[in-house]
């Protein structure tokens, strides 16, 4: 994993940092939960699609202009991205 670790972009619990950052957390987060989903023959393969798009949009738009985004948003954005709602 390809993760920056920045402290201003993780969460932090009791005073400690996540050893990744908010995205990354939900991307592993929505990971296990869709090897889940998996494993019970749950497949959606259009909402998976469609989950992509948020965070294709947060971090584009980061790319691309001064807008900052929050560690909510980069959660969940991780999350979506693997297809879990």
């Known amino acids: 994993m390809f993760c920056h670790k920045r402290s201003d972009r993780s969460f932090h ?5 996540f ?5 990354c957390t939900g991307l592993v ?3 296990i939960i869709y090897l889940i989903l998996e494993l019970m023959y749950i497949r959606l393969p259009l909402v998976v ?3 992509c798009i948020p965070l294709i949009i947060d971090g584009g738009v980061q790319l ?3 807008y900052e985004s929050n560690n909510i948003k980069r959660s969940i954005s991780g999350l979506l991205y693997n297809g879990v709602i």
Do not use: E, N, Y
């Open 13 to 17: 619990l009791k005073g400690h940092k």
């Open 19 to 23: 050893p990744i950052c908010a995205r």
């Open 29 to 31: 987060t929505g990971f």
């Open 49 to 51: 699609s469609l989950c």
């Open 64 to 66: 691309v202009t001064d």
